[in-house]
């Protein structure tokens, strides 16, 4: 890891953490049981916003230490199917969930949340954005992160590329980044008129209400990165409260942090018509 990445990561950590204490500054604890239990969960890093509140309300209800990690979800997926070992793990892109349980790691999953893609502007959307097939115009400022982590970039790319417009937009781009946190202070800063990111990104404290959002058409959102599942291992040390944790994450009550940086909630309306649209079953 390059120090680039490493600091942008190193960022993306303390805004989680951050979100997270303002997401608790209202919540009311459960009476806790007093277990005394440890709980290891692993997730991929986009949903670290969202559980790390998730966690400290079920450490609350259950008296129950959850040992959390996020780190990127490839790498997390690859020392799974290796020798490395947790409780739970909620992780995207369905297929690594399949192939933990086809590999006989996992002993199941459930769809957790699903991710969105929007267009943001600085506030007043001074360039007019209202669709992608505005970034063909000229003149257009378009910030671009083609070499961020996955699937950060490369799924901005795949949405222009659906719409037809990707190699126009490139042509308008004034920044071809690695990092999508940094779309987001350039199109804050006024640098560029418009970037394509995920939806979560702009409820980070850093950047909430700075920017303003326009909807793109989700037809052309590429499925892969859109799903996150939630599964319990089979090296769980303690089946019975890694199972309780899973469930808690798919209660409404769990559900709503999610909701509240910005992702689908599975058991939702919409969230059941993706659950069917992608195909979001255990194998």
Not at 269 to 276: H, W
Request: charged share 20%; aromatic share 6%.
């Amino acid at each position: 890891m390059d120090k680039a990445t490493g600091a942008s990561r190193r960022r993306f950590l303390q805004l989680a953490t951050t979100s997270a204490a303002t997401a608790l500054l209202g919540a009311r604890p459960a009476a806790a049981s007093g277990t005394g239990e440890v709980l290891q969960v692993w997730s991929c890093g986009g949903l670290a916003e969202a559980m790390v509140p998730a966690n400290a309300a079920f450490e609350a209800a259950h008296g129950a230490k959850v040992v959390y990690t996020g780190a990127f979800a490839a790498a997390l997926g690859k020392s799974l199917l290796g020798s490395a070992t947790t409780d739970v793990f909620a992780g995207r892109v369905l297929d690594l969930a399949k192939k933990l349980r086809a590999e006989g790691k996992m002993a199941w999953f459930k769809p957790l949340c699903f991710t969105q893609y929007v267009l943001v502007t600085p506030r007043g959307n001074p360039a007019g954005i209202a669709s992608v097939a505005d970034l063909v115009r000229p003149g257009v400022k378009v910030v671009l992160a083609p070499e961020a982590s996955p699937p950060g970039g490369a799924a901005a790319l795949k949405i222009l590329e659906k719409a037809g417009v990707l190699e126009a937009a490139k042509k308008n781009a004034v920044t071809m980044g690695s990092c999508v946190q940094r779309t987001m202070d350039d199109v804050i800063a006024g640098r560029g008129d418009v970037s394509v990111v995920e939806l979560r990104l702009t409820r980070l404290p850093a950047f909430a209400g700075r920017v303003d959002i326009v909807p793109i058409d989700e037809r052309l959102f590429p499925p892969p990165p859109m799903t996150f599942t939630v599964g319990v291992m089979q090296s769980a040390k303690n089946r019975e409260l890694a199972e309780a944790y899973a469930a808690y994450l798919v209660s409404p009550e769990g559900q709503a942090h999610f909701e509240r940086m910005g992702f689908v909630p599975a058991v939702s309306d919409k969230g059941r018509e993706l659950v069917e649209k992608y195909g979001v079953r255990d194998v």
